[in-house]
C-alpha cells in the first residue's frame, strides 16, 4: 500500500511534467536531431511512423474541444473515434511521432533514449496525472471507460456505435496547426541531416 506522501509526491510530479510537457519534448526532439545520421531507408520507415502519428493526432484533437492548457481540464468525456480505441490517442500520436523520428534519424541510441523519455513522461507521470482528474470529475463513466480501452494500446476492436461522435474540424485549425508546423518543421530538420 502506498503512503499519501507517496501519492502526493506522484501527483506533483506529474502535474509539473504535464505544464513542462512541451519543454521535454523540445529537449528530447533536440537530443535525437543531434544523434541523427539519416539514410534514405530510415528517413522513409521514420516518416511514416510521423505521418500516421499526426494523422492519429488531427483525429483525436477533431473529437475534443479543448486540449491545450498548462492544466489538465475537460469538458466532456470523449469515448468516441480514436478515444474508443485507446484512452490516450493524443500521445499515443506523439509517441508515433517521435518514434518515427529517432528511426528516420537512424540511431538506436536515440530510439533508446526516446522509449525510456516517452515512458517516464507520458506513462508513469502525465497520463496518470490526467487520469486522476478525469476520475474525478466523470467517477463511474471514466471507469467504465478505462476499463475497456487501454491506455495506449487497444484491448479490444470497438464498434462502429463506439466510433461515431462529433468531429469539429474548426478545432485542427484553432490548436493542432502549432504541432502540425512542429512536425513538418523537425521532419525537414531530420530530413536536413543527410547533408551535415
Known amino acids: 500500500m502506498r503512503k499519501p506522501s507517496d501519492v502526493s509526491v506522484r501527483a506533483s510530479l506529474g502535474a509539473l511534467a ?65 478515444f474508443a480505441f485507446v484512452r490516450n490517442p493524443l500521445y499515443l500520436g506523439n509517441g508515433l511521432i517521435g518514434l518515427g523520428w529517432a528511426l528516420a534519424g537512424n540511431t538506436h541510441v536515440g530510439v533508446v533514449f526516446f522509449l525510456l523519455l516517452f515512458s517516464l513522461l507520458y506513462i508513469l507521470l502525465i497520463i496518470p496525472h490526467e487520469e486522476c482528474f478525469l476520475e474525478d470529475r466523470f467517477g463511474v463513466a471514466f471507469a467504465a471507460y478505462r476499463a475497456k480501452t487501454g491506455m495506449l494500446l487497444p484491448k479490444r476492436i470497438p464498434s462502429r456505435e463506439e466510433l461515431q461522435g462529433t468531429f469539429d474540424v474548426s478545432v485542427l485549425w484553432r490548436s493542432e496547426r502549432h504541432s502540425l508546423y512542429v512536425t513538418v518543421l523537425g521532419s525537414a530538420l531530420i530530413l536536413s541531416r543527410l547533408w551535415w
Open 18 to 82: 504535464f505544464r513542462l510537457r512541451g519543454g521535454a519534448w523540445s529537449l528530447a526532439y533536440m537530443v535525437l536531431l543531434g544523434l541523427a545520421r539519416p539514410t534514405l531507408p530510415s528517413l522513409l520507415a521514420g516518416l511514416v511512423l510521423v505521418f500516421f502519428g499526426q494523422m492519429l493526432r488531427f483525429w483525436g484533437v477533431g473529437c475534443i474541444v479543448r486540449y491545450r492548457g498548462e492544466k489538465v481540464g475537460a469538458e466532456r468525456l470523449v469515448t468516441w473515434g480514436p
